[in-house]
């Protein structure tokens, strides 16, 4: 069974430009996670989709966003890029959001905003 | 609101001795408890949660963790640690009501000196 998967594996960007970064979960997961690491802050929830809609939002501004396709992939857009956006950002999925269910992480794209 | 306190930034034990790695956290109700570990370059695996009943739950790697209500704690054991646990430790919550996400804490680094 193929783990959850996340593209692209680096991504360099400079100040004001976008970045898009995608995510494919398990199988028969329906719920995807979206969480930033950046250098000594943990990890920070950016984003929960659970059957296609938007379930809850953390602390960031408006220019993150993102979605979840009917095959329940998603995709997390950056607009204009800002140095402090340079992080690690690590997908996960999980069966319907609910309760005890485990979160299956990716690898994580890094983002390298110059 | 839920939150999460691992309050030791490192963790250093000798190859063969027990350790111990320590979370509090903050929910309102009961909470579902988690520890992840990260490796190097990789996402978050998975290694044991709490839902309900004994307070001692066995995981991964023979790691263990007891649940305190009390104290509202969920550390982390294992009797005799290896040099290949060496590696980044989070312990998370979840509240059991719907539409609370995971709550992670800031990671505690643990390093097993052989």
């Known amino acids: 069974e193929a783990g959850v998967t996340q593209s692209p594996t680096h991504l360099i960007k400079t100040r004001g430009q976008q970045a898009t970064l995608r995510c494919s979960p398990i199988s028969g997961h329906t719920s995807v996670y979206w969480y930033q690491q950046a250098l000594g802050l943990g990890l920070q929830f950016l984003l929960w989709?659970?059957?296609?809609?938007?379930?809850n939002r953390g602390n960031f501004p408006p220019r993150f966003s993102g979605r979840q396709f009917p095959n329940y992939s998603s995709e997390l857009n950056v607009n204009a890029l800002e140095l402090e956006d340079s992080a690690l950002y690590l997908c996960?999925?999980?069966?319907?959001?609910?309760?005890?269910?485990?979160?299956?992480f990716g690898a994580g794209s890094r983002l390298t905003v110059l | 609101a839920q939150s999460v306190a691992q309050p030791e930034d490192q963790v250093n034990v000798a190859e063969g001795n027990p350790l111990t790695v320590k979370c509090t956290y903050s929910?309102?109700?009961?909470?579902?408890l988690f520890w992840y570990v990260q490796y190097p370059n990789r996402g978050l695996q998975f290694l044991l949660k709490?839902?309900?009943?004994?307070?001692l739950v066995k995981g991964s790697y023979g790691f263990e963790a007891e649940f305190n209500k009390s104290q509202t704690s969920f550390h982390l054991k294992k009797p005799s640690a290896l040099v290949s646990d060496s590696a980044l430790y989070f312990c998370?919550?979840?509240?059991?009501?719907?539409?609370?996400?995971?709550?992670f804490g800031p990671g505690t680094r643990l390093s097993v000196l052989p």
């Open positions: 998370a919550v979840r509240a059991h009501n719907y539409g609370q996400n995971f709550v």
């Open positions: 996960a999925s999980s069966l319907r959001g609910e309760g005890a269910n485990v979160l299956t």
């Open positions: 929910v309102s109700g009961n909470p579902y």
């Open positions: 989709y659970d059957e296609g809609e938007e379930r």
């Open positions: 709490y839902i309900t009943g004994d307070n």
